[in-house]
């Protein structure tokens, strides 16, 4: 179905692009090459081209925090877990949103009932 669709109200939008805008100052960085990608990258200097941050470098920075919150001893978390906790929440919260919730992730309604 695709990639997830992530909406933006017009706060972050305007926050977004200027975040992106920030990396047209960085003398590595190549705006029309790296924006096709990603607009998040890693950087290890200013000399060393930044890089697409990889989703393993994601869920790293993720369990990181993760550990700090919770603790040494808190189960792992990922992307994955986050969006399904979301997903699972929304749906019951408002069942009727099934389909709409649906959409918005890129699969079919039942795919979330397993």
């Known amino acids: ?8 109200d017009r706060p972050l939008w305007s926050i977004t692009q200027a975040y992106v805008r920030l990396f ?7 705006l029309t090459n ?3 990608v990603s607009i998040f ?3 290890s200097s200013l000399e060393v081209p930044p890089l ?3 989703t393993s470098r994601i869920s790293k ?5 993760w550990k700090k919150v919770f603790g ?6 990922s992307a994955t877990l986050i969006r399904k906790s979301v997903v699972t929440h929304v749906r019951h919260a408002e069942p009727r949103a099934r389909d709409a919730m ?3 992730m890129c699969h079919a309604p039942g795919t979330a009932d397993l």
Do not use: C, D, W
């Open 102 to 104: 649906a959409t918005h």
């Open 52 to 54: 697409v941050l990889s």
């Open 34 to 36: 790296m924006r096709r």
């Open 24 to 30: 047209e100052t960085v003398p590595s960085y190549r």
């Open 1 to 8: 179905m695709g990639p997830a669709q992530i909406p933006f």
């Open 61 to 65: 920075g993720l369990n990181s925090i």
């Open 72 to 77: 040494q001893k808190a189960t792992s978390i």
């Open 41 to 43: 990258l890693s950087f």
